[in-house]
């Protein structure tokens, strides 16, 4: 199973750009016969920048994109990207769309789609969404994340401002997770997990 993990989406240059270039280096150079599912809330109003940048900066065909809103995908998309924003609303999104469960069990397939998470969907990827310094906005209850890997990520903060970060973080909270990452903003990480 492979992941990408960053802290800016493909609504953004900057996200875009990080993203390419993961995926390059995990040899995904073309992307025209690929399907993508985009999970994002779509009260963000960024669902027709993510699009454009994956058609016109990536090389999708505008057809292989799936949004979540519209609901779970026929097919087994060969990527699942989840998007940036409140981590507490996005997850909310998932659930309520179903891509929740659709997700893990895909990703637990023989040949899993490649997992992209930008900042929310970076966090949302891991054992759970408690180190999540967002506002609890929907009042979400179910902590849970995706399981993709057993840790956390702190987005948007770099490797050398991570031990101060823990260093200010509750240890009881701390000793939850086997592996604790982070990603700061110029840069994105590949994980090769379970």
Request: glycine share 8%; aromatic share 10%.
């Amino acid at each position: 199973m492979k992941l990408v993990l960053n802290s800016h989406g493909l609504n953004t240059q900057k996200g875009t750009k990080q993203i390419k270039e993961s995926l390059e280096k995990l040899g995904h150079n073309s992307f025209t016969d690929s399907s993508i599912l985009v999970v994002s809330h779509p009260d963000y109003g960024i669902n027709d920048l993510i699009v454009n940048n994956l058609v016109n900066s990536l090389g999708f065909y505008k057809k292989n994109i799936y949004l979540s809103a519209a609901g779970i995908p026929k097919c087994t998309p060969d990527y699942i990207y989840v998007t940036e924003g409140n981590t507490y609303e996005i997850l909310y999104c998932m659930q309520r769309y179903g891509v929740t469960d659709y997700i893990k069990e895909i990703m637990r397939s023989v040949e899993p789609p490649v997992y992209i998470g930008s900042s929310a969907g970076a966090i949302i990827a891991g054992t759970d969404i408690k180190m999540c310094s967002d506002t609890n906005v929907v009042g979400f209850m179910d902590y849970s994340g995706l399981c993709l890997f057993e840790g956390t990520i702190i987005t948007h903060c770099s490797r050398v401002n991570l031990k101060s970060y823990l260093e200010n973080t509750d240890e009881h909270l701390l000793n939850r997770y086997k592996k604790i990452y982070s990603v700061g903003d110029d840069e994105a990480i590949t994980l090769e997990s379970i």
